[in-house]
């Protein structure tokens, strides 16, 4: 009887501790739309022979969903592949249309004026100016950011800034998300 008692006590105890874990575990395994959101937009961005500066994406009970224009029908299954790579994506929806570049112009500019363009525009963004993000290098209008931040959303906000930058041709990023998911 002692026995027996001793081992409906544990199980009583027990139980509502497997529940608690359990429940923890399901929500980690559900990524909260925003942070599926920008995690995508950063791999687009990101992402070489990806031209993504007409891209968006919204994220909707995990499900991403690619709006914008590409120019050829292997940058809209590259993109489309990025975003299923990204940890807590259950679907992707890629209604991307594919718009030749004969249509978009392309400014050519040195690697200095790229880099002096892209850290100007960082001092005139105080979000990016104080993130910890900085210009590495800028070879043939790919430029590399570095540094360490708190934020993925400052992490994005830096990408989209230098990836605007005329004559940037793309972003590659080697920054550090020092916090969560903010």
């Not at 001092?123 to 993000?133: E, L």
């Amino acid at each position: 009887m002692k026995r027996s008692l001793i081992l409906a006590v544990r199980l009583f105890v027990a139980a509502p501790l497997f529940v608690a874990l359990a429940a923890g575990w399901a929500h980690a395994a559900d990524a909260p739309d925003a942070w599926l959101t920008t995690k995508t937009k950063i791999a687009l961005i990101t992402t070489e022979g990806l031209s993504a500066s007409d891209l968006n994406v919204d994220t909707v009970q995990g499900v991403v969903t690619l709006h914008g224009k590409v120019p050829t029908e292997s940058e809209k299954a590259k993109a489309e592949a990025t975003a299923r790579r990204i940890d807590g994506v259950k679907d992707v929806k890629n209604l991307l249309q594919v718009v030749p570049d004969s249509a978009r112009k392309t400014v050519e500019r040195t690697d200095d004026e790229i880099k002096d363009g892209v850290i100007a525009a960082f001092k005139a963004n105080t979000h990016v100016n104080d993130s910890g993000i900085k210009v590495q290098s800028v070879n043939k209008g790919v430029v590399l950011l570095s540094g360490k931040t708190e934020s993925l959303q400052s992490h994005l906000e830096a990408v989209q800034v230098a990836n605007a930058v005329r004559g940037v041709r793309r972003v590659a990023t080697e920054v550090q998300v020092t916090a969560g998911t903010e």
